[in-house]
């Protein structure tokens, strides 16, 4: 499995980046999407990635910096790569009328406009693991903003690795089961030292990182003052183009 990091950013652009949108390319060339953010198109314009090759985009949550780019994929799909091919769209329980909404805000008609590929939509709920493209998807309940959830965070299994990533959280024990045994690791972290109730600051992380039990631990989702911080950590800080190959 080897994951690229299309958008390493928070909400904002904060230091130019992107947005949160992992790509996921299995060793027989399946490839799906973690979060496809509205700044995504832009990012993966800038990789060669088969656009159409994309079976499947599963969302953490319904904000606009991890879900608003669906609406321009999915237009994208239909008038530029002129798919034929299903796509798969799963993420928490309300994923398709969350599409829906979102869709016909962004293009209006679009939700019900004819398309030559057929959309799939999958809940995926930590009771309810899911085979999304051949991986395996476990859901861990995070803390984060239940307007915008249930907000989820996802260890993905495929080709005898796993890769977990937090989406957006504070912190919560649940990031334990979500990160143990796990080959990388992709952690949220915003702030350095300021808390949120509804993201990860640094601080609290470290002195959780004994806990989390992955082989490899990667920042991502860094605000301004992250990526201001220029200490030595004993974790990986994520960019944009990171390809972490498991
Ligand atoms: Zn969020
Ligand atoms: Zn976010």
């Known amino acids: 499995m080897r994951i690229t990091v299309l958008g390493s950013g928070d909400a904002f652009g904060s230091g130019g980046r992107f947005s949160t949108c992992l790509h996921l390319a299995a060793d027989d060339g399946t490839s799906m999407l973690v979060d496809c953010a ?15 090759g994309i079976c499947a985009i599963l969302f953490t949550h319904f904000h606009g910096d991890h879900f608003g780019g669906l609406p321009f994929f999915v237009l994208d799909a239909q008038f530029v790569t002129r798919r034929r091919a299903p796509l798969t769209i799963a993420g928490p329980k309300g994923v398709e009328e969350r599409a829906r909404v979102a869709l016909e805000a962004a293009f209006p008609g679009s939700s019900t406009a004819k398309r030559a590929f057929d959309l799939h939509f999958v809940e995926i709920a930590p009771d309810r693991p899911a085979d999304i493209g051949g991986a395996r ?25 796993i890769f977990a990533y937090s989406g957006d959280t504070s912190w919560t024990d649940q990031l334990i089961p979500l990160s143990r045994g796990a080959d990388a690791l992709l952690i949220e972290c915003y702030t350095v030292d300021r808390k949120l109730p509804n993201h990860l600051d640094y601080q609290t992380l470290s002195a959780h990182l004994h806990e989390l039990a992955a082989r490899r631990i990667i920042l991502t989702h860094m605000g301004a003052s992250m990526l201001a911080w220029t200490a030595e950590l004993p974790v990986e800080r994520a960019f944009d183009g990171l390809v972490i190959a498991l």
């Open 38 to 52: 509205a700044t995504s198109m832009t990012a993966l314009n800038r990789t060669d990635i088969d656009r159409n």
């Open 137 to 161: 998807i476990d859901a861990f309940a995070m803390i984060h903003d239940e307007r915008a959830g249930p907000c989820l965070g996802y260890r993905i299994g495929r080709d005898d690795r």
